[in-house]
Each structure stands twice: as C-alpha cells, then as structure tokens.
C-alpha cells in the first residue's frame, strides 16, 4: 500500500539556520512526490514537485528536495531558514496513472527561534 | 484569479445538525478534492471528481457524508446528521488535468467544523 512517513512530528531551528524535513514513501511505481507548506489557519501551498529528470527538484522560498530511489526518500532543504517559515510541512506522494490521489504524510512543524 | 473558495470559514453546530460545506474551484479546472485534516488522522482525502464526476469515494467515512459537484464551479459536502467526531477542518483543492497526478492542486482556505 502506498504510505508516506514524516518521521519528525516537530522541529525547531534557529533562524539563519539550515534545515532538513525528512521524508520516507512506499509506493510500488514510480513515485510522484510533492512537498506543501500550511501557515496557520491557511489551506496548503505547493512548495515544489517532482516526478521525473533531474532528482535535486528546486522550490519556492528557496526550498529544495532531493529524490533518492534507492533510500525512497524525499527530504526536504533550505540553506537558512527565515522567521517566515515557521508553518507545517506535508510530504506527499502520487502516482502513475491517471488517479490524482495524493497520500499525505502526517506533517513536521517547523518553529524557527530568533 | 481568487483562488480556490470556500465557506463558511467557520461552522459550529450542534450533534445532530445537518452541516453543508462549499466549494468553488479554480474557473478552468477540472478536477476537485475534498479532505478532512484532524489531528488524530492528519490529512485524508475523502472523494475527488474529474468533470463534475464522483471517480473515487472510497475515503468518505461513512453514509452520513455525502458530496456533490452538480456544475463545474460549485461542489457540496454535506454531513447528516453531524456527531462531536467529525470536527475537523475540511479543505477543498482542486487541479486543472483530469486528476493527472503530476498537477498541482490548488487548496482553499478550509472550513473549520466544531459539532457540540
């Protein structure tokens, strides 16, 4: 069955920091992978997307993610993270075919210390 | 473009109560979702439609949850009769390929539901 795991329910970083959300999926075919961002209060907002080329996948609010096969993994970066950041993170995966579903990893809250 | 729009922004009710939740979707697309984000259960997706047109509802919890889309700009969820358990914020999203799964879906604000 397809699954994504967020391993890391919370987190805090400084501000000015770098950052790493984890992301771990299971799914049988090629993956189609996503990471959203949820302010507080707000609906969720594409931070990037992959589904095929180039496995280092560049986002808004300079986020980036790399796709590794062989670790099923999808973590996402930021090299210095902004106060604005603070918000949840949602992994999410997709697949082939044309379904649309997306299976929704439960989430990692950012808090960003000044 | 205004986005994906929902209301209300907030429902409070009492068990029992029937709840209807709208959406109106991104003009031009032509898939919807609606989700239940708890908690407990984080983020579900609880039936999508490509053209107006239920294709998988195998998320819905049980039968006092029912969904609708009877045009392309406006879809209902509606909860009958309510109970304290289906408290939640539920999000309407939607993309514009017929539930191709490489597109972006687009969420609303949420409705937050709180049943007394």
């Known amino acids: 069955a397809q699954s994504v795991t967020q391993p890391d329910i919370h987190i805090t970083v400084s501000e000015g920091a770098s950052l790493e959300l984890r992301c771990n999926y299971s799914y049988g075919a090629t993956p189609y992978l996503f990471w959203y961002v949820q302010s507080p209060g707000q609906g969720l907002q594409l931070l990037l997307k992959y589904f095929s080329g180039d496995t280092l996948v560049q986002g808004i609010k300079g986020f980036e993610a790399e796709f590794k096969r062989s670790q099923s993994s999808f973590n996402l970066r930021k090299p210095s993270v902004h106060w604005s950041d603070a918000a949840e993170y949602f992994c999410a995966v997709g697949g082939s075919g044309n379904t649309g579903k997306l299976i929704f990893g439960q989430g990692t809250t950012l808090q960003v210390k000044p | 473009d205004a986005g994906v729009i929902q209301s209300p922004r907030h429902e409070v009710t009492e068990m029992g109560q029937e709840v209807t939740l709208r959406c109106k979707p991104i003009s031009g697309h032509n898939s919807l979702f609606w989700y239940r984000q708890t908690m407990m259960r984080g983020l579900e997706l609880l039936i999508y439609f490509n053209n107006n047109v239920p294709i998988d509802d195998s998320g819905m919890p049980e039968d006092r949850f029912s969904a609708k889309m009877p045009n392309a700009s406006f879809s209902t969820l509606k909860i009958q009769p309510s109970e304290p358990r289906d408290s939640a914020v539920y999000f309407c999203?939607?993309?514009?390929?017929?539930?191709?799964?490489?597109?972006?879906?687009?969420f609303g604000p949420g409705t937050r539901l709180t049943v007394l």
């Open positions: 999203a939607s993309n514009k390929g017929l539930a191709s799964s490489t597109d972006t879906q687009y």
